[in-house]
């Protein structure tokens, strides 16, 4: 079978997994506004986005490693991987979970950004192929629909269990 099916699948799980986080984040920055005040429940939410971010990171190493199982050789990684560069940038966002970089909330929004712009490239060359175009761009709009659900429900689910652990440690004190 042609590589470029299996790298335009690849590239679809790009977007599957990483699209979604900037239109998350300009929600909740909205959402949150400028709050001046420390330690209010927005500034602590709008803090945890890169840990959602390097959630959804981590979740896209873990299906990589699966789909590279049982064959963990450099030579299947190199045959198996169409887009070394995008894909390496996409483990990248798993150092969001070391604190200083997480306390640079700006610097996940600029890791998604390629992958959004990659979104966007795809959307507007679909514009340009009038044949298989609309089935194309609904096709790509389902997957930013799912990338957002997705690093919604990542988000949603560091958000709780950051409120459990804080919960759990003044209930210890």
Not at 23 to 44: C, D, E, H, M
Not at 120 to 130: A, E, F, R, W, Y
Not at 144 to 163: E, I, K, P, R
Request: with cysteine; charged share 10%; net charge positive.
């Amino acid at each position: 079978m042609d590589t470029s099916f299996y790298a335009y699948l690849q590239q679809l799980e790009l977007l599957g997994f990483f699209t979604g986080y900037p239109l998350l984040y300009a929600a909740t920055l909205f959402i949150a506004g400028n709050q001046p005040v420390k330690n209010t429940f927005k500034s602590r939410v709008v803090s945890l986005l890169p840990f959602a971010y390097a959630l959804v990171g981590t979740l896209y190493l873990g299906l990589q490693l699966k789909n590279l199982y049982p064959n963990y050789s450099f030579e299947n990684v190199r045959l198996s991987i169409q887009h070394p560069w995008l894909t390496g940038w996409a483990l990248l966002s798993v150092l969001f979970w070391i604190p200083f970089l997480a306390k640079k909330k700006v610097l996940s929004l600029f890791h998604s950004l390629v992958f959004f712009f990659l979104f966007v490239s795809d959307l507007l060359s679909n514009l340009k192929q009038p044949s298989s175009g609309a089935a194309a761009i609904r096709n790509d709009m389902k997957i930013y629909t799912g990338s957002l659900l997705f690093n919604l429900s990542a988000f949603a689910l560091v958000v709780c269990l950051f409120f459990i652990a804080n919960y759990f440690k003044k209930k210890n004190q």
